[in-house]
T-cell receptor
């Protein structure tokens, strides 16, 4: 297994544009999480899925943000009408809670810069 | 919700032990975790401890949990230059998401 992968690794966009990130979790992990990390801070939870169901969303996830996991495998996170405050590292993690495993494994992240 | 606090910076000499401390507020955290982050990279899971345990050892890493004081520590024995990174503790609170501290930057000097 190659671990959690995220694409793209870096994204530079102009304010007002839409961006979409992809996360491929570890194979057969049923839970997938999105976090956001700004410079000098720890990651903050955005949302998580169990299979294809989005079970929890943070108040940080404004209506410009939408996440999907259509077939319970990969997930996408879209940000519409980007703002400079959206510049951050977006991290994806997955876990296998069906087997009672508490570990969350993180991908390398997508660094978003909004100019 | 869960609050997690860490000291910001720790400097040690190569070969010494490092102890990174963390305090948390939510006693319902089922698991508590330590992650390592190198510059520009994602988070690497180092170890975790179940809340009914006091200690867990894994090679050079020792985790101590004091539930009464809501205090978690990570000891790294024989610290090496490759251990230089930011270390985050995290708790699950009563749910599934992780709440992270602000991270402790560990600098290992020769």
């Amino acid at each position: 297994d190659t671990g959690v992968s995220q694409n793209p690794r870096h994204k530079i966009t102009k304010r007002g544009q839409n961006v979409t990130f992809r996360c491929d979790p570890i194979s057969e992990h049923n839970r997938l999480y999105w976090y956001r990390q700004t410079l000098g801070q720890g990651p903050e939870f955005l949302t998580y899925f169990q299979n294809e169901a989005q079970l929890e969303k943070s108040r940080l996830l404004s209506d410009r943000f939408s996440a999907e996991r259509p077939k319970g495998s990969f997930s996408t996170l879209e940000i519409q009408r980007t703002e400079q405050g959206d510049s951050a590292m977006y991290l994806c993690a997955s876990s296998d809670r069906d087997r009672g495993s508490p570990e969350q494994y993180f991908g390398p992240g997508t660094r978003l810069t909004v100019t | 919700g869960e609050d997690v606090e860490q000291s910001l910076f720790l400097s040690v000499r190569e070969g010494d032990s490092s102890v990174i401390n963390c305090t948390y507020t939510d006693s319902s955290s089922t698991y508590l975790y330590w992650y390592k982050q190198e510059p520009g990279a994602g988070l690497q899971l180092l170890t975790y401890i179940f809340s009914n345990m006091d200690m867990k050892q894994d090679q050079r890493l020792t985790v101590l949990l004091n539930k009464k004081d809501k205090h978690l520590s990570l000891r790294i024995a024989d610290t090496q230059t490759g251990d230089s990174a930011i270390y985050f503790c995290a708790g699950t609170g009563g749910g599934n998401k992780l709440t992270f501290g602000t991270g402790t930057q560990l600098k290992v000097e020769l």
